[in-house]
């Protein structure tokens, strides 16, 4: 018997075995309606979710990174949820770094054999210089992927922190975590295509697990993102946005504020409510690790 065959990922969904013969609406219909389940899996997993992101948070705030890891699918994850929290919080690799198997080349091209490994998991981490102040997700819906087995032994063997991330129960890649998610989504609409609800439960716990621990870090005041770095116009004008949101002032003082902050959001909202230059703010903001809630609410 194939050894992946009683995953709950790979086994056939009695409610899709018609969908060739479905019309078009009735075929997204259906999509749609197996992606409920995703929600609820997610939601069964919130204690393990909210306990990595403490540990998490814990690491960063010490100098340690969150590295994601996997293959296929998960690994393209972990990469893009990584990727992001620069142009949305100003964090970059010196706190979080996503890795793949296969390296960057498997973003876009398959190498479906590059998983297959567990010695290719370890010598990955190895060369990011992986250190015990450091954190590793693995990423894997079917939960037993060698590539990610392998990187979590050798955390293990380092004294890291370490989360799995998977979509069946009792997963493999779990009895090597110190936190263990397992967002059991079922069969998939097209069997075995895990990028489908497998991976949609991957991404929505990605977004908590990122978006949770800047939020911890100070990265966010109030609902708004206030380290959004402005390299764009777009952010340019999210910037003017958020600083309006955060003190009150119109859009001509927003763009006023900004210039006069060197494009430092954080610095201009407490600028402008504390009443205070750059140097000031700077400090304040430092002072108080970044919180801008705790500099209004203590100063």
Same mark, same amino acid.
């Given at each position: &018997?194939?050894?992946i065959k009683?995953? #709950? =990922? ?10 060739d013969k479905? @019309?078009?609406?009735? &075929? ?8 409920? #389940?995703?929600i609820?899996?997610v939601? @069964? ?11 998490i948070?814990? !690491?960063? @705030?010490?100098?340690g ?18 990727s992001e929290?620069?142009p949305?919080y /100003? ?9 793949i198997a296969? /390296?960057d080349? #498997?973003?876009?091209?398959p190498i479906?054999? *590059?998983?297959?490994?567990?010695e290719s /998991?370890?010598?990955d981490?190895i ?6 102040k ?5 990423? *894997?819906?079917?939960?037993?992927t ?8 050798? *955390?293990?063997?380092?004294?890291c922190?370490?989360?799995?991330i ?16 397992e ?7 097209? =069997?075995?295509? +895990?990028?489908m609800k497998a991976?949609?439960a991957?991404?929505?716990?990605l977004?908590?697990? @990122?978006?949770?621990? &800047?939020?911890k ?5 109030e ?6 770095n402005p ?15 955060? +003190?009150?002032?119109?859009y ?7 210039? !006069? ?9 407490? &600028? ?7 140097d000031? !703010?700077? =400090?304040?903001i ?14």
């Open positions: &018997m194939s050894i009683n995953l #709950a =990922t790979e086994k056939r969904n009695e409610n899709t075995k018609n969908i479905l @019309s078009t609406y009735e &075929m997204v219909e259906l999509i749609n309606k197996e992606d409920e #389940a995703v609820q899996a939601r @069964s997993q919130l204690r393990p979710i909210s306990e990595a992101v403490d540990t948070y814990t !690491a960063i @705030s010490n100098g990174r969150l590295i994601y890891m996997g293959a296929g699918t998960s690994g393209r994850l972990g990469v893009l949820d990584a929290w620069f949305t /100003g964090v970059g690799d010196e706190s979080v770094v996503g890795i296969g /390296g080349y #498997a973003l876009r091209n479906e054999g *590059a998983e297959d490994f567990e /998991g370890r010598e981490l060369k990011l210089n992986l250190t015990n450091d954190v590793v997700c693995a990423l *894997a819906s079917s939960g037993r060698p590539y990610c087995i392998g990187g979590l032994k050798y *955390a293990n063997e380092l004294g922190k370490t989360i799995s998977a979509n069946v129960e009792n997963s493999k890649i779990g009895q090597y975590a110190d936190h263990v998610i967002a059991v989504t079922g069969p998939e609409v097209v =069997t075995g295509s +895990t990028r991976g949609s991957q991404k929505m716990i977004n908590i697990i @990122s978006t949770s621990t &800047m939020i870090y100070g990265k966010v005041y609902n708004l993102m206030v380290d959004v390299s764009n116009e777009k952010l340019v004008e999210r910037a003017y946005s958020i600083i309006s949101d955060a +003190t009150g002032v119109d001509d003082r927003s763009k006023e504020l900004l210039g !006069a902050s060197n494009n430092n959001v954080k610095a201009a909202i407490v &600028m402008e409510k504390m009443n205070c230059d750059l000031k !703010a700077l =400090t304040l430092d002072q108080y690790k970044g919180k801008l809630g705790d500099i209004f609410d203590k100063e």
